[in-house]
């Protein structure tokens, strides 16, 4: 099977190697499958594919759609990039699949049927559950920890049915077919002997010297018999490790066939050496060249039933160097600056998908043909954001592991898309609110849709947002707009910076809502001084489902004291004058520990250190040491780097206290909404915990916690001693000690890719960095018995683990200087001030389920970080220009059903430039726990269809049940409550919005 891997960047940008060697692959892919009518080659990244068709000659399109639809050229997952499995999260996951199979659908006319995933590093349970769902049969896995490998060669189990833990009928399997071997190069796929098969590898380029070069000859009529006989000893002894008789052999690496000669030279050997062994019928042998696709047909002809397994392939390991294992863990921290954007760009996106969906459909019912026209040509960037986002999903990409450059370049992406898709947002949610007055006075003038913009600025992707402050006028309130994306209510903390402290707020029908006014601080030098010009305005948003909601700051006439936070520091500035009062009521800190109060959370901290020791439940009185500390791993180096993590052995001790000595500066803020404790360490570390005064669940029983850290600011010693120089070789984690029992050998759950939980048990041989595991979402501990269950909740990927029972700790921030061997050629050392967001929630259970699940409260905060409202400020209209909210929903869906997307479809015959009337929708049933006692006070019911009743606020002509994709139609349904989403699962639908009669002609 002749294939090439292509990264879309790793050492290049993804241009660089489009330019440089994937357009050559493509077009001699073209030119050299017609010259050799029986030669076969796979591909799999719509990124490139579709890059070199919107460019190619029509006559070279036609002859690529005739070699897909021959069979001899198969298009393998279909998804945009190969994923990453670790760090990316569902939402970008099926998105980057939506648009590779989408484009493949409307340009090629085809739908994938095999998957190929051959360089992720490990390879995650979520990939094949939407492949399955997307219409593929069967799919293929490479790098898996060398154990597994030589596992399933003893028990021959190298196809099996992958199947999902939730799943006890199978109904979700999926054909999996192992890779036998390290690596997918020619060195490592004839056979055992990697020795062996170099001399393969028939690639001769004049210029090029590389092991393969000194091994192999082609061949000829004098070497035909020899090299036949040793190559099918290898072809046997990689079927001895499979119960059929069948053996797929990838002839391909790294960017192969950019030189036409290379096409030539391997076809011509592999061809005598088939035709020898063919033609021979004492060898029981037949060779072809072929696909996947052939393969896993060969295979089903031989078998009905495979073994299934259950669970994933995290932590991969390779024995590559030295003979001696190495733990693939680190890329699940690496770049958290990078990891965190991603996110950030995922539900922007999201936002601006659903808004705009919503927006364009509208619009064209409404005949408001000036609107059309705006969204239509809009439609192009909306594209161009969902393949940023899909582009950084590649396994070099949102990992962590390309050079500094081509990182940098992905991140030039990302925020190109962040910015087009809030512009999108703001035009679309404009259009929802827009008066019928003042839209039709937009229309005759002519005005752009830009009157609701973002609260913050981003000049660089590199520099966090600032939010700004804005002025609030005597007589003229300042409008906010709000975007609840999800389809059930939700309170949210929204806060903005605004220049007076005299200020109250109402909400969509013109009532007061409770806020809370705090300081902004600024760093004089020789301390802290709180700004008289700029505050903090807190208040919590009633937000219905799919909604844009309009809330108004005012200007009161007398400022209320009452909404000001207390204040409490121990590290004030010297008041400027004798006469300076301060805005706030300013205490010190006293000695001793520190306690934050709700009506149903007590928080004990050390009073030192600023940092959490114990949670306790006012209701119940249960009191939970959670105990946070912050250290860092020394790094072994050129063991530790982009990709591996390994502690070093000789370090002096196993962990580096690294805030040990340095004199925190504590703030506390406590007012009617929020009780907040932020502890600040030099410019490395702040941290902050709040809670809520607020009666809605679970907002009321979690703790928030946000680290803003920076390793790659400048060294000052005196405010951080510990710190090593340049924080070299520091692996940052914080970790939680709780009094939790989760076993002798501690056992903790995580995410995997926001679909499911996955259990792990810790190995103590292998040491922490084989027992660190990827999150996207969400960690969890609980005790063996029926008692209590801690959940952290996050807003990006990260490396998280539990070495002791009680503990689990997520690494933060990864500082190594050396390469460490597996091909980047680099250290990381681009590290930025990033802000990480948790949610800490410890709740009642009554013990393990067999297939662990997030409670219905640890979901609701997940979607919470995952989806947090957009938030949008009016300028240049009047708060009467805009209606006060709109609707898209009815009524909520009920509460573990989670609109994963609403994305306009593209037109087929434009797919990059224009959109369709179709959208497509995907649910998810995010199946809540039922072991842990949580309670949602924002949504009812646990069903797993819609309410009856529940209806778009648009008009839909038609909803069809589809592949996850949208490519394949499976069925109608007249309306959204005659949909299932059974639970775990996911159900996509389309759904056709009518376009409108044609106007009748003017009257005379
Ligand atoms: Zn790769």
Redo the contacts with the bound molecule.
């Keep these: 099977m002749p294939h090439s ?1 292509n ?1 879309p960047g ?1 050492l290049k940008t993804y241009e660089e190697y489009y330019f440089h060697q994937t357009s050559k692959i493509l077009q001699n892919m073209i030119e050299k499958l017609r010259v050799h009518t029986n030669m076969t080659f796979i591909w799999s990244e719509i990124s490139f594919l579709s890059l070199w068709y919107e460019r190619a000659h029509p006559s070279l399109r036609q002859q690529m759609k005739e070699l897909v639809h021959s069979g001899r050229l198969e298009v393998a997952t279909g998804g945009w990039v ?1 994923t990453d499995e670790a760090n990316v999260h569902l939402y970008a996951m099926l998105d980057q699949l939506i648009e590779g199979q989408q484009w493949l659908w409307n340009v090629l006319g085809v739908q994938p049927v095999s998957g190929w995933s051959v ?1 992720p590093f490990g390879h995650g349970a979520a990939v094949p559950y939407l492949l399955r769902e997307s219409g593929v049969k069967a799919t293929v896995v490479q790098r898996i920890h060398y154990a597994w490998k030589q596992w399933l060669a003893e028990q021959q189990l190298g196809d099996f049915q992958w199947r999902q833990v939730w799943d006890v009928s199978g109904e979700a399997d999926i054909l999996c077919h192992n890779r036998p071997y390290d690596i997918y190069s020619i060195k490592h796929s004839c056979g055992p002997h990697p020795q062996i098969c170099l001399g393969y590898d028939f690639r001769k380029v004049p210029g090029e010297y590389t092991e393969y070069t000194i091994k192999s000859v082609p061949i000829d009529d004098h070497n035909v018999k020899q090299k036949a006989e040793l190559l099918l000893e290898q072809y046997g002894r990689t079927g001895s490790l499979y119960p059929h008789n069948v053996v797929l052999v990838p002839i391909g690496d ?1 960017f192969r066939y950019d030189h036409a000669s290379e096409w030539d030279q391997q076809y011509s050997s592999y061809q005598r050496l088939l035709t020898f062994i063919n033609n021979d019928p004492k060898y029981h042998a037949n060779i072809q060249f072929g696909t996947l696709r052939d393969y896993f047909n060969e295979v089903q002809n031989r078998m009905r039933d495979y073994p299934s397994l259950q669970g994933d392939f995290f932590v991969y390991s390779d024995i590559f160097s030295e003979g001696r294992p190495a733990y693939w863990s680190g890329y699940y921290t690496t770049r958290p600056y990078w990891k965190v954007l991603d996110r950030q760009l995922e539900a922007s996106l999201r936002s601006a998908e659903i808004l705009y969906t919503w927006a364009y459909a509208w619009a064209v019912q409404e005949g408001q043909n000036r609107v059309v026209q705006l969204l239509e040509k809009d439609y192009e960037k909306l594209v161009r954001a969902r393949r940023n986002l899909a582009l950084f999903q590649h ?2 990409a949102i990992t962590g592991t390309s050079k500094a450059y081509v990182m940098h370049d992905y991140a030039i992406k990302l925020h190109e898309g962040l910015h087009d898709t809030i512009a999108l947002a703001g035009e679309a949610a404009e259009v929802l609110l827009l008066t019928p007055g003042a839209m039709a006075s937009l229309d005759s003038r002519a005005v752009p849709l830009h009157h609701l913009q973002p609260d913050f600025e981003r000049l660089t992707y590199e520099r966090l947002p600032r939010k700004l402050p804005r002025s609030v006028p005597r007589n003229q309130p300042r409008l906010i707009v709000l975007f609840n994306s999800l389809a059930q209510r939700r309170y949210e903390v929204v806060k903005v910076l605004v220049t007076s402290l005299d200020v109250r707020v109402t909400d969509e029908h013109g009532h007061e809502v409770p806020v809370q006014l705090n300081p902004v601080w600024n760093d004089t030098g020789s301390g802290m001084a709180i700004l008289s010009t700029q505050f903090e305005l807190l208040f919590v948003a009633d937000l219905a489902p799919l909604s844009v909601i309009t809330y108004c700051i005012h200007r009161t006439e007398r400022a209320s004291l009452d909404v000001r936070a207390a204040v409490y520091s121990n590290n004030y500035a010297p008041a400027p004058d004798q006469n300076y009062s301060p805005p706030f009521e300013s205490h010190d800190v006293l000695p001793g520990d520190i306690q934050l109060e709700s009506d149903h959370l007590k928080l004990l901290f050390d009073g030192t250190t600023g940092m959490l020791r114990s949670i306790t439940n006012k209701a119940s009185g249960r009191v939970t040491q959670t105990a946070i500390r912050y250290a860092a791993y020394p790094s072994a180096q050129f063991k530790s780097g982009a990709y591996l993590f390994k502690p070093d052995p000789n370090a002096r001790e196993p962990e580096e206290d690294v805030l040990a000595g340095a004199k925190p500066r504590l703030f506390i803020h406590s007012g009617p909404v929020a009780s907040e404790l932020s502890v600040m360490f030099g410019s490395v570390l702040m941290h902050t915990t709040r809670i809520l005064h607020v009666a809605h669940q679970p907002l009321a029983s979690a703790v928030h916690m946000e680290n803003t850290f920076n390793l790659g600011g400048r060294y000052n010693s005196t405010e951080t001693p510990g710190f090593p120089p340049h924080f070299r070789e520091t692996e940052l984690f914080m970790r939680v000690m709780t009094d939790i029992d989760n076993g002798a050998e501690p056992t903790f759950y995580t995410d995997q890719s926001g679909l499911n939980m996955q259990k792990r048990v810790r190995v103590q041989r292998i040491g922490i960095q084989g027992n660190y595991f990827p999150i996207t979402s969400a960690a969890m501990i609980e005790d063996n018995a029926p008692g209590r269950r801690l959940t952290l909740l996050t807003n990006h990927a990260a490396g998280a683990a539990s070495w002791q029972q009680g503990w689990l700790e997520v690494m933060v921030e990864r500082r190594t200087f050396y390469d460490d061997a597996r091909g980047m050629g680099e250290g990381v050392t681009d590290q930025k001030r990033t802000v990480g967001r948790y949610w800490l929630l410890v709740e009642d259970t009554r013990g393990p389920e067999p297939v662990a699940r997030l409670s219905l409260a640890a979901h609701h905060l997940a979607n919470d970080l995952n989806y947090p409202t957009s938030l949008l400020v009016l300028e240049g209209l009047n708060v009467d220009q805009l209606r006060a909210s709109a609707h898209l929903l009815s009524q909520p869906l009920p509460c573990p059903l989670h609109l994963v997307t609403l994305r306009t479809l593209p037109d087929p015959q434009y797919p990059s430039l224009l959109p369709s009337k179709n959208a497509l929708m995907v649910l998810q049933n995010q199946a809540p726990s039922c072991s842990a006692s949580s309670s949602v006070s924002s949504c009812s019911g646990l069903g797993d269809t819609p309410f009856p009743g529940t209806d778009l606020s648009l008009q839909v002509s038609g909803i069809q049940r589809t592949s996850l994709t949208g490519t394949k139609v499976h069925g109608t349904v007249k309306s959204l409550p005659e949909v299932t989403v059974p639970h775990h699962r996911l159900r996509a639908l389309t759904l056709t919005f009518p376009s409108p009669p044609p106007h009748p002609p003017p009257a005379e």
């Design positions: 891997h990264d790793w190969m360089d790294d396994h070099d």
